[in-house]
Structures are given as structure tokens and as C-alpha cells.
């Protein structure tokens, strides 16, 4: 089961991160633990709830339509080693320490004014966006298992059963086998959390687009516009 994961920034608002594709739906697909949608304009409390900026998976909602009915848990920041690997589900902590609260909420706020870039399940998605709004951390290298406890479960998952599989061999013990299995699992989700790794560097959220290589992408988006926009008028 995969988690939604969020920033709570105060006044029952959560800032988070979403695929772009599903931000104007109102079909109710929260059973999609992968991609849940939370429809936009039918909060009867908070009229900003739903808020995003265009072309922007980056969206503002209350905490009940951030919730739809499901259970409220607080990720942990700054575990220790053995905290962390003593965590069967994954996406649920990190080693990596928290900043200060108020630096958690600029980040947070000036990413649903700017986005977060384009949404992807396994290398940039709400869990990622969430560590990076608490740690301020980024990856150098992209390429691989993505820096979020989800995804690397979601590959940690079947790449330890492949792992340990010439061990089967010498334990014919399901109990053996299971253990292996279960002890893979956890390494490899300790090996790719962002409070472990060696290549992250620290960004500011006002570098970030650049870090990343959005800012080419949004001039040529604002480029476009204005000259949809010049077609309009002269028609």
C-alpha cells in the first residue's frame, strides 16, 4: 500500500504534489494508491482549497479533502539507523534531519507558486517533494532508484526477492527464506534513503528550477502563451 504524502503549513492546509494529468478531475479515484486524485472546487469549508498554479502539479487543500477519509500519520525525520531499518513499510521515515519550521513552509509555499516539475512515480513524486520542502536535499545523479522510501520499496520489493533467490538454494527453510528476504529488503531502502546517501547536495528553493533544468522548459511555456495569446488578439 503506497501512502499520499504532504506539508502541513498551518490553518488545516496541506501543500503537496500530484500528477498533473488528474488535477481537474472529479471522479473519485482515491482507491488509486498510486495516483490519488482529490477534486478540485468542491470544498464546502476553504474556498482556496484545490489551488495550484497553472501547469503545475503543486496544489493547496484543506487537511479533510487532503485526508478523503483515510488515516493521518506523521513522517518521522532525523531516525536513527536502527529506528529506520526496524520500519517494515517503507516511505513512513528518514535518517535525514528536518529543518527549521518556518524554512519547511517557505519551500513549501514558494513551490506552489513556482511547481515542482513534472511528476514521475518513481523519481519525482509527493514523497519527494515532501523530503525536499523538510531537508532542503537534492540528488546529483537522477538516474536510478528515486530518493523517496516508496519508490525504492516498490523496486527494494522484487529486487530482494531477486537477490536472495540463489539463497534459496542452501535454505530450503520457508522461514530461512523469508528472513533473507526481508533483511535485503531493508537494506536496500536504507542504502537509497536521502539521509544515507553521499551525492545529495543541499538547494535553495529559489535555485531549484535551475538545479533541475525547469526554468529552459517554463520560457518556453510562457513563450508559447504569449504567442497563443498575440494569435487570439490578431484574430
Same mark, same amino acid.
Given at each position: 500500500?503506497?501512502?499520499?504524502?504532504?506539508?502541513?503549513?498551518?490553518?488545516?492546509?496541506?501543500?503537496?504534489?500530484?500528477?498533473?494529468?488528474?488535477?481537474?478531475?472529479?471522479?473519485?479515484?482515491?482507491?488509486?494508491?498510486? !495516483?490519488?486524485?482529490?477534486?478540485?472546487?468542491?470544498?464546502?469549508?476553504?474556498?482556496?482549497?484545490?489551488?495550484?498554479?497553472?501547469?503545475? +502539479?503543486?496544489?493547496?487543500?484543506?487537511?479533510?479533502?487532503?485526508?478523503?477519509?483515510?488515516?493521518?500519520?506523521?513522517?518521522?525525520?532525523g531516525?536513527?539507523?536502527?529506528?529506520?531499518?526496524?520500519?517494515?513499510? $517503507?516511505?513512513?521515515?528518514?535518517?535525514?534531519?528536518?529543518?527549521?519550521? /518556518?524554512?519547511?513552509?517557505?519551500?513549501?509555499?514558494?513551490?506552489?507558486?513556482?511547481?515542482?516539475?513534472?511528476?514521475?512515480?518513481?523519481?519525482? =513524486?509527493?514523497? !519527494?517533494?515532501?523530503?525536499?520542502?523538510?531537508? +532542503?536535499?537534492?540528488?546529483?545523479?537522477?538516474?536510478?532508484?528515486?530518493?523517496? $522510501?516508496?519508490?525504492?520499496?516498490?523496486?527494494?520489493?522484487?529486487?530482494?526477492?531477486?537477490?536472495?533467490?540463489?539463497?534459496?538454494?542452501?535454505?530450503?527453510?520457508?522461514?530461512?527464506? #523469508?528472513?533473507? *528476504?526481508? $533483511?535485503?529488503?531493508?537494506? *536496500?531502502?536504507? #542504502?537509497?534513503?536521502?539521509?544515507?546517501?553521499?551525492?545529495?547536495?543541499k538547494?535553495?528553493v /529559489?535555485?531549484? #528550477?535551475?538545479?533541475?533544468?525547469?526554468? $529552459?522548459?517554463?520560457d %518556453?511555456?510562457?513563450?508559447?502563451? %504569449?504567442?497563443? =495569446?498575440?494569435?487570439?488578439? #490578431?484574430?
Amino acid at each position: 500500500m503506497s501512502n499520499h504524502v504532504g506539508i502541513f503549513v498551518g490553518g488545516s492546509k496541506v501543500v503537496h504534489f500530484r500528477p498533473e494529468r488528474n488535477l481537474d478531475s472529479s471522479v473519485d479515484t482515491s482507491s488509486n494508491l498510486l !495516483d490519488p486524485t482529490f477534486p478540485r472546487s468542491t470544498c464546502p469549508t476553504f474556498p482556496d482549497c484545490g489551488f495550484r498554479q497553472p501547469n503545475s +502539479g503543486v496544489v493547496l487543500s484543506c487537511l479533510d479533502c487532503f485526508l478523503r477519509n483515510g488515516s493521518l500519520y506523521c513522517f518521522e525525520y532525523g531516525v536513527t539507523p536502527s529506528v529506520f531499518l526496524a520500519k517494515v513499510r $517503507g516511505g513512513t521515515c528518514t535518517t535525514a534531519a528536518s529543518d527549521p519550521l /518556518e524554512t519547511v513552509i517557505h519551500r513549501a509555499m514558494y513551490l506552489l507558486q513556482n511547481g515542482f516539475g513534472n511528476y514521475d512515480i518513481f523519481e519525482n =513524486n509527493c514523497e !519527494d517533494f515532501a523530503l525536499y520542502c523538510k531537508t +532542503g536535499l537534492l540528488i546529483l545523479d537522477n538516474l536510478g532508484i528515486g530518493r523517496s $522510501g516508496q519508490a525504492s520499496s516498490m523496486i527494494g520489493a522484487p529486487l530482494a526477492a531477486l537477490l536472495s533467490s540463489p539463497l534459496k538454494l542452501l535454505m530450503p527453510s520457508p522461514i530461512g527464506v #523469508a528472513t533473507v *528476504t526481508a $533483511g535485503m529488503y531493508c537494506v *536496500t531502502r536504507y #542504502a537509497t534513503d536521502i539521509g544515507i546517501r553521499t551525492d545529495v547536495i543541499k538547494v535553495a528553493v /529559489e535555485d531549484l #528550477a535551475m538545479n533541475l533544468g525547469w526554468a $529552459g522548459r517554463h520560457d %518556453e511555456a510562457a513563450e508559447e502563451n %504569449e504567442a497563443s =495569446n498575440r494569435q487570439v488578439v #490578431a484574430l
